[in-house]
Nanobody, 122 residues
Framework: QLQAFGGGLVQPGGSLRLSCAVS????????ISWFRQAPGKEREGVSY??????SYADSVKGRFTISRDNAKNTVYLQMNSLKPEDTAVYYC???????????????????WGQGTLVTVSS
């Protein structure tokens, strides 16, 4: 299971840290990614972590940081300099196998957390 939490309302320029708590498997055994979905838009890959590799969507590079705490079996997404266009429901997901170049494609992911809402607004 994956459980995402940490969302909320934040002003533009603010920060939030999302957590994806994992149970039933070791967080470092699989690719874990964060996706987001805004109203009326398709689900979008935000960030990826697997073994020693990390990747980010162009829209969040330099602002978001993905990390993993193996002892806590948790993946984090630190989001800084938030913009109104970052408003979305954020999901964490696990992929048994996904080519690195295709990590943004949701259909590779078999387990999804329930989502946590991030609203960036003044």
């Amino acid at each position: 299971q994956l459980q995402a939490f940490g969302g909320g309302l934040v002003q533009p320029g603010g920060s939030l840290r999302l957590s994806c708590a994992v149970s039933g498997f070791a967080v470092d055994d699989y690719a874990i990614s964060w996706f987001r979905q805004a109203p009326g838009k398709e689900r979008e890959g935000v960030s990826y972590i697997n073994v020693g590799r990390k990747s980010y969507a162009d829209s969040v590079k330099g602002r978001f940081t993905i990390s993993r705490d193996n002892a806590k079996n948790t993946v984090y997404l630190q989001m800084n300099s938030l913009k109104p266009e970052d408003t979305a429901v954020y999901y964490c997901a696990r992929a048994p196998r996904v080519p690195f170049s295709l990590w943004r494609i949701p259909t590779y992911y078999t387990y999804w957390g329930q989502g946590t809402l991030v609203t960036v607004s003044s």
